[in-house]
């Protein structure tokens, strides 16, 4: 059972990016009505941007101009966080003015169509700015140290730390939610836009404020886990968005906490299946961790029937 522990454990760190994704689909949802598949690869690019800061660089996303401003050396944590999260709030404000507010009174499919399309232009963009640098690992920011739960179960530090940060987010998230006049215009507007009006609130402004805060959330935690994992054009844009997207839809897009529990949950099962591989001839070699997050996409909608 310490072996199951140690592999649940080691879990955490993926099952905290997770969560962080559905709770980035909850608040965009809640404020705009959208559901953002583009997410993922709009916080993978901040990601690449942490990186390329702490490698002495700073990339801009526009064609027609140099792909990178050199800088020349590392400029430290502190200066490359403010900036990935200043170009994270840039991003999102100007992926809503430019692709989902003039979709606003549009259906709901010409919207996720338009997320979709987020998708591809950000794995085209990553693709053609990092070149062979699209495979990249960022220096440390959180502590790696052994932590040793009991005899047998040692994991490291930092997704353990990872998971802490995901969930003080969250709390912050639902308070404001609840105990904020914007949070409450914010979800007034999610059942009905007159309900934020009467409020005396813009439902534009909320919309552009729901992607901002999303954005946010999102890039902290991946700048968080960039040394954990090897960034890819992928690994953001689908291996954690669509098990965020399960977390997500088990809430409804409204509980957090169910969400944010959820998607916990899945990151922590799918690092067993390592273990179940080696200790069971018959559990399935390849495709199972992937699976797992469709098989919870599937569930939700069929037992919640929306």
Known sequence: ????????????????????FGLGLLVTHQGSGVINFGFGGLVAWNAY???????????????GIPARLHIGHDVGVWWASALTLLTAVVLALFVYAVV?????????LARVVASIGLVVVAL?????????HTVARSKPILPREPFTLMKGVTVPRDGLWLA????VIALGVWAASRFTRLG????????????????GYSPQVLAAASFVVA???????????????????SVFTFGFLVPGLGAALVGRFRSIGVTVGVGFAIGMVQSTFSKLQADYSWFPKYGVREGLPFLVIIVAMVVLGE
């Open 164 to 167: 802490v940060v995901v969930i």
């Open 184 to 199: 409450l215009a914010t979800r007034a507007s999610a059942g009905n836009e007159r309900g934020a009006v009467l409020l």
């Open 49 to 63: 941007v942490y990186s390329d800061l702490r490698h002495g660089a700073y990339p801009w996303p526009l064609p």
């Open 1 to 20: 059972m310490t072996d199951y522990l140690f592999f649940l454990l080691l879990g955490v760190a993926a099952g905290a990016i997770i969560a962080s």
């Open 215 to 233: 954005s946010v959330l999102g890039t902290v935690v991946v700048v968080l886990a960039s040394s954990m994992i090897q960034l890819t054009s």
């Open 100 to 108: 989902f507010r003039p979709l606003s009174n549009a259906p709901d």
């Open 124 to 132: 085209a963009l990553i693709d053609r700015r990092f070149g062979d």
